[in-house]
């Protein structure tokens, strides 16, 4: 039998394992779904909202036990998994206070006597999420899914089984209805029947752009709505305007959370030629005093990568771009001893076409590009096939006017990528499509039902 294996980064060692559903299961898990939508879609925002907020609440009593899971299955250090705890309860409780005004009818004069449009659920919805952040993206998944009367499915990543279990849990804690959210055991050989099955009636993917392609074509042909999170190869660019110490403090602290394994992470950053010098040299120096060692310890900055297969196509994308020309100024040797880990690795001379410029680096490897002027670095900004998030540094109306000019999902300015539940997120290009997170993400999977209430007004 298939087994979902969850393994400690910091050892290599299998911690958990837990056997991937059967088909049988997998039916039973849908059925119980559809059987509580039933019910689930007839309760009002108010009774909705409370489930969500009892299992807010529930998240942040059990905080540490929630935060620790995230350290041992994949990594991440347990300050920042106690954090991320805290996000996803945040999630569920903007959803709960916010999710009858995103939904509220909106009323359009037309020849009728009255007419509008109703924001209905759809039904289940599967949402198939990765491991980097176990946590967050299960509850940017379910909560704006539930809060609209759909009833929510999770197939984890199966390397974080105990985290989907502990999901799980929180809402039986709590006395959701049964079946209202659920946890999907299954292997990722398996996904394709759940997406097929006619109770599943719309689907959410956060992962690769390869896995997302797949994903879209099968809900496409069953002709069900889908939503896409895929990866990001997200530029910041640093103008010489720009406060280049503020600058420095942001790009090094979005460059290694979670040990840099972020889609919408700084990954390739861009630097005007008058400041380019003096910027690298404030980035490596903040660099170079990151903390990497077990994430259990509070000190801890940087953990390990989540798995030895990520850590080798890390270092060979390093590797790539150093025999192309890049220049390595600090780590990229790769580490013996036990675990997966990374050090925190800074190239420069990095140009489009390189590994570490044209795919996505899921570790603490910050490249270096040089740009002539501001027209350059927006060219440079461009030149990848994915459109997540980027980032400006400059001044403030300035870096306004260029948002317009970069194909991102997201723009920050004079600030850091991050997602927040009052906000939309999401991709163009081979970063996907849909939103995420604010008005935009509820609405996302509703019917947007029109009615025309006569008699026709002359």
């Given at each position: ?19 991937a ?23 009002t925002f ?32 347990i ?35 009255r007419s ?62 049964e ?107 903040r ?10 310890d ?30 390595c ?6 580490p ?62 300035r870096?306004?006017a ?57």
């Open positions: 039998m298939t087994a979902l294996i969850a393994t400690d980064p910091t050892s290599g060692e299998v911690i958990r394992e837990v056997p559903a059967a088909a049988a299961d997998i039916d039973a898990v849908i059925e119980r779904a559809e059987h509580a939508y039933a019910g689930w879609r007839r309760k108010a009774e909705r909202g409370e489930v969500l907020r009892a299992v807010a609440a529930r998240l942040r009593a059990d905080i540490d036990d929630h935060a620790i899971l995230m350290t041992e299955e994949m990594g991440k250090p300050g920042e998994a106690r954090a991320e705890v805290n996000k996803a309860a945040w999630a569920a409780e903007h959803y709960a206070d916010h999710g009858a005004d995103y939904l509220a009818d909106d009323v359009i004069a037309s020849d009728a006597a509008y449009v109703q924001y209905l659920p759809l039904g289940p919805v599967l949402g198939v999420l990765p491991w980097n952040a176990p946590y967050w993206l299960a509850f940017r998944f379910c909560a704006p899914v539930l809060m609209a009367g759909n009833t929510a499915v999770m197939k984890h990543d199966p390397h974080v089984p105990g985290c989907a279990a502990a999901i799980e849990r929180v809402f039986r804690e709590v006395g959701a209805p079946g209202v959210f659920a946890s999907l055991p299954a292997a990722t050989a398996d996904v394709e029947r759940a997406i097929r099955d006619p109770r599943i009636r719309a689907v959410s993917f956060t992962g690769s752009d390869r896995g997302g392609a797949t994903v879209a074509a099968i809900a496409a042909s069953e002709i069900k709505p889908s939503v896409l999170e895929l990866g990001g190869s997200d530029p910041c660019i640093i103008l010489a305007d720009a406060d280049l110490v503020a600058a420095a403090d942001v790009v090094a602290l979005s460059r290694i959370i979670n040990a840099g394994q972020s889609c919408i992470a700084a990954k390739r950053i861009i630097v005007e030629r008058a400041v380019h010098d003096e910027f690298v040299e404030l980035l490596r120096e660099l170079a005093a990151l903390v990497v060692g077990d994430p259990r509070e000190a801890t900055q940087v953990g390990p990568i989540a798995r030895a297969d990520l850590r080798d196509n890390l270092h060979r994308q390093v590797t790539e771009s150093v025999a192309a020309g890049a220049r100024v600090l780590g990229g040797e790769m013996t001893g036990a675990g997966y880990f990374y050090p925190v690795t800074l190239l420069t001379d990095v140009r489009l076409g390189m590994a570490a410029c044209s795919e996505e680096t899921f570790g603490p490897v910050a490249a270096v590009l040089l740009a002539v002027d501001a027209d350059h670095a927006v060219d440079l900004a461009n030149a990848t096939p994915y459109g997540l998030a980027a980032s400006v540094w400059t001044a403030a109306e870096g306004a260029m948002a317009r000019e970069i194909v991102a999902g997201q723009v920050a300015v004079n600030g850091i990528v991050k997602t927040d539940p009052r906000l939309p997120s999401g991709g163009v290009k081979r970063s996907g499509y849909g939103r995420e997170l604010g008005k935009a993400g509820i609405h996302e999977f509703v019917n947007a039902q029109q009615v025309w209430v006569g008699p026709k007004q002359e």
